[in-house]
């Protein structure tokens, strides 16, 4: 069965960064792309990013370009979404997500922040 | 960017009302639309894909159908359970795009 299961939560100050992991399991990690979805409180869902666990190549959202950075361990099936100069807007809950054939979600990592 | 934009963004509905929701696309996306139901505290769900493919498990009450540039989420019945909010999904190109969401209240 797909799990992906996250890190848990955090809380950062203003201008400092946050690394996010996603560990994959019951499939074959390289066959699916994974998506980073996020929402802050109150809102509505934001796509971030994806990455292709196979080749590590990536796509960002212009909004997060030059701040956002995805990546991937293959040994141990996990992604990882980096945010960096984080300001209290980036208060949200960050989800990883596989939508292909299928959808299978993380349960999200709250990600505060806060001086 | 493809925008997305999600009428209403809020509604209220009875038990057994037929409601219909609406996504358009900013450009002519084909047929690479996904909804999605999310509830209070929990992840996302999605009911939809390919514009009008009933995700497994997903009762036959919820349709959709469009392609190019206009999407409609239809629930032909609502039930008790179907209180929340809606969200559609481009996956035509990069980026992906979100419509706003319609929060659906029970009247």
């Known amino acids: 069965q797909v799990q992906l299961v996250q890190s848990g939560a955090e809380v950062k100050k203003p201008g400092a960064s946050v690394k996010v992991s996603c560990k994959a399991s019951?499939?074959?990690?390289?066959?699916?792309?994974m998506h980073w979805v996020r929402q802050a409180p109150g809102q509505g869902l934001e796509w971030m990013g994806i990455i292709n666990p196979s080749g590590g190549s990536t796509s960002y959202a212009q909004k997060f370009q030059g701040r956002v950075t995805m990546t991937r361990d293959t040994s141990t099936s996990t992604v990882y979404m980096e945010l960096s100069s984080l300001r209290s807007e980036d208060t949200a809950v960050y989800y990883c997500?596989?939508?292909?054939?299928?959808?299978?979600w993380g349960q999200g990592t709250l990600v505060t922040v806060s001086s | 960017d493809i925008q997305m934009t999600q009428s209403p963004s809020a509604m209220s509905a009875s038990v057994g009302d037929r409601v219909t929701i609406t996504c358009r696309a900013s450009?002519?996306?084909?047929?690479?639309l996904a909804w999605f139901q999310q509830k209070p505290g929990k992840v996302p769900k999605r009911l939809i894909y390919a514009s009008s493919s009933l995700q497994s498990g997903v009762p036959s009450r919820f349709s959709g159908s469009g392609s190019g540039t206009e999407f409609t989420l239809t629930i032909s019945s609502l039930q008790p359970e179907d209180f929340a909010t809606y969200y559609c999904?481009?996956?035509?190109?990069?980026?992906?795009?979100f419509g706003q969401g319609t929060k659906l209240e029970i009247k």
């Open positions: 999904l481009q996956h035509n190109s990069y980026p992906y795009t």
């Open positions: 450009q002519g996306i084909s047929n690479y």
């Open positions: 019951g499939y074959t990690f390289t066959s699916y792309y």
């Open positions: 997500a596989r939508i292909d054939s299928s959808s299978w």
